[in-house]
């Protein structure tokens, strides 16, 4: 439910910023928004229903001044109004792959056990913009429970090529076998 309504208030956001022609500047202003809204004190003071929306509302205007666009503002003081704010990371994400989706631009998140070298992390590009035909923003994500190989996650798509999830795959075919 939370992530369709957050999927809605970017889509509002997206088509308003297509309007005014400045998709990819309200991209960025969000960007400023998000590390506000990551603040432990900001969520705390956004989130608190003891807190007038009147409050919040002055405080968006007074906290992004001449930081972000009108636009970006007016949809602060909404998304307050309507008592959403715990949805805005949620928002900006959505926000970010409907640009991407406008651009023909696809996120793929490598997972590794150490940092890929760069002739591997220029063929597995190359790789990845032949399969998905479109161009392709590499987020590499380092996590050592792998044990080794990759995982290419591709929006919802997930392709597990490492290690820990082979062992996993073999442990679950083994234990279905009876012998």
Known sequence: M????????????????????????????????EQVFAEGEARAFFENPSVSVVAKQKTIIRLFGNSVSVLVQNFLCH??????????????????????QADNVVEVEITTVAPLAPPDCEQLLAQLIE????????RPRIDQQILGGVIIQIGDKRIDNSVAGKLANLKTHMLSKSF
């Open 2 to 33: 939370k992530v369709r309504l957050a999927r809605r208030y970017a889509q509002a956001l997206f088509r308003l910023a297509q309007g005014w022609q400045v998709p990819h500047a309200i991209e960025e202003e969000l960007v400023l928004v």
């Open 79 to 100: 998304v307050t109004d309507k008592r959403r704010t715990e949805l805005l990371p949620a928002i900006i994400k959505e926000y970010r792959t409907l640009v991407n």
């Open 131 to 138: 399969v998905t035909g479109k161009k392709v923003e590499l």
